[in-house]
C-alpha cells in the first residue's frame, strides 16, 4: 500500500519532469537533479558517483519535483524516503530502459548508472 496521494500520484505519472535528488553524508547535504520514474510508492532511479556513493552511507534521501510555465510553479512534490541500491546488472539495465523510454532517451546511454529505489515514506504537495 502506497503512501502516496492520488493526487500526488498523478503529477509524478504526468510529464517527464526533472527530479532532485538530496543526499546527507557526515551532516553535509548534496542534491542532484536525477530523471526518476514512479511506480507505487517507488521512485527509481539510475545514478553513479557522488549520490551512489553517499546512499550507500546513508539511505535516507529527499526528492523534490516541480512543474513551471516561464519560471512561475505550477505545483511541486516533496518526497521523502529509503534508498536501496540494487547492485544487478540486469535490474540497472531495465530500470533504465524504462527510465529512458519516460524522458526519449538514449537507453545505451548511461550504462554505468546503478539502479536505486527508493521507497517513499511521506510525500507532500504544494499547488500555485
Known sequence: MSNVSDAVEKRLESEP???HLATSVDDRPH???VWYRYDDGTIEIVT???KLANVRENPRVALSI???EGGDPEWTVTLLG???IVDDEAESRQARARIHEK???DASSYSENVLVRIDVGSASL???
Open 17 to 19: 519532469l526533472m527530479a
Open 31 to 33: 542534491v542532484a537533479p
Open 48 to 50: 553513479t558517483g557522488r
Open 66 to 68: 516541480q512543474a513551471a
Open 82 to 84: 529509503r534508498a536501496t
Open 103 to 105: 524522458y526519449d532517451a
Open 126 to 128: 504544494q499547488t500555485y
